[in-house]
């Protein structure tokens, strides 16, 4: 293979890249605690705020593969999904601990690049299309047990009209 340096513009394609695909498998592992939390909710008629956010902090300091499995185990997720989920935490980690030193040298190569590239937002696009797949999954659970969506996405905008800082919400419920 013929060697060169690595432009600055195809660095920061390479390292955008690499944001973007942690950025949406954080998104994915957010909703699959999520998912976690909704299930958990309904299982044990919690209708606590508070309880729910415990919950969901909690959760959170797990790790992907930790999470995932216990989404797994609680069945939250299509059997038919477990190994596109499989193969991301596969990608997922190897993108995390292995590829800087797998693939260093392959960053002087034009060709290679463009592989790892490609490779790198597969697992970003995949992660994307996961996300959706458990959002959806967990609307339809939720209107299967009584829930009204639109309550639902009004509290999620509450929450990011309170991010932006906008003080004209009304106060955050759960399920109502």
Known sequence: MRQRPISEYELQIFYN?????????????????????????????????????????????????????????????????????????????????????????????????????DRISSISNEAHYLTGLIVQLMENKMRSKGHNMNDIWKAAENDLRTLRGDKSISQRSLFT
């Not at 309904?42 to 930790?66: A, H, P, Q, Y």
């Not at 991301?88 to 797998?102: G, M």
Request: without cysteine; charged residues 35%; proline residues 1%.
């Open 17 to 117: 890249t690499i944001g973007e695909a942690v950025w949406h498998i954080q998104h994915l592992e957010n909703a699959l605690v999520h998912s976690l939390i909704i299930i958990n909710t309904i299982k044990r008629n919690i209708d606590s705020i508070e309880e729910s956010d415990e919950m969901l902090e909690k959760e959170r300091k797990g790790t992907f593969g930790s999470i995932y499995n216990k989404v797994r185990k609680e069945e939250i997720i299509p059997e038919r999904l477990y190994s596109r989920f499989d193969k991301l935490i596969k990608e997922r980690n190897w993108l995390i601990h292995n590829s800087r030193t797998e693939i260093r040298k392959d960053l002087y190569n034009t060709l290679a690049t463009l592989k790892i590239i």
